[in-house]
């Protein structure tokens, strides 16, 4: 069975405390995997697409890469504006438009 | 520029009311979608419109119908709500399916239904 699992479910980091969300996946082929940030109240915000092993992309304090088995979203010196949750999707190699399969996203919280 | 439109943001039915959600992109995209978010879960597609005239049933279909009314607006009807359907429904577009590689998604702010 296809799935998408995040850890962790929730995260408190210091102003400036690096560290990863982690977002593993079981599927059938992979067509692509996608990085969304969701503010309170709103709805999610495409971030990154990552398409092969290997692969990585930044955005300011955001770097997103891919293994086989999971994608990593490194923050590194986070700012209270960081704080989000943060929901990863995988696209599987079957299954046509919708088979888009999100995970349940982890809560950030970034503290001064 | 609007993006992706929905109304209302927040409503309280009773069981076996009627309502309609209604969706607006203005970003010329073919694709539309209907999402539902629930805590500790992720969002789960419950109806798809490929392109104007054509829609398919997502993984929570049941409970539901959809019509794209145009290439603009996609709306979503919940004939006989039930309390399962508490949720926040959100409306998203894409330029193309997800065939095309078109495929990151647009979202709306979200809509917050209560059925009591």
């Known amino acids: 069975e296809d799935q998408v699992t995040q850890s962790p479910e929730a995260l408190r980091l210091q102003e400036g405390e690096s560290s990863s969300l982690n977002c593993s996946y079981t599927v059938s082929g992979l067509r692509g995997l996608f990085w969304y940030r969701q503010d309170p109240g709103k709805g999610p915000e495409f971030l990154f697409t990552l398409y092969s092993a290997g692969e990585e992309k930044e955005k300011e304090r955001l770097k997103a890469t891919l293994t086989k088995k999971e994608s990593f979203l490194h923050i590194t010196a986070p700012k209270p504006e960081d704080s989000a949750t943060y929901l990863c999707?995988?696209?599987?190699?079957?299954?046509?438009?919708?088979?888009?399969?999100f995970g349940a996203g982890t809560r950030l919280a970034v503290h001064p | 520029n609007a993006g992706v439109t929905q109304t209302p943001k927040f409503q309280v039915l009773k069981t076996g009311q009627s309502m309609t959600l209604q969706c607006a992109q203005d970003m010329n995209h073919n694709s539309m979608y209907w999402y539902r978010q629930d805590p500790g879960m992720g969002l789960r597609l419950i109806y798809y419109s490929a392109s104007e005239g054509t829609t398919d049933k997502g993984e929570v279909p049941n409970g539901y119908n959809v019509s794209r009314l145009n290439k603009r607006e996609f709306s979503l009807r919940l004939e006989s709500a039930a309390p399962s359907q508490t949720s926040v429904y959100f409306c998203a577009s894409s330029a193309g399916a997800w065939d095309s590689g078109a495929n990151v998604l647009t979202f709306g702010a979200g809509s917050r239904l209560t059925v009591l």
């Open positions: 999707a995988v696209q599987p190699g079957s299954g046509g438009y919708n088979k888009l399969i």
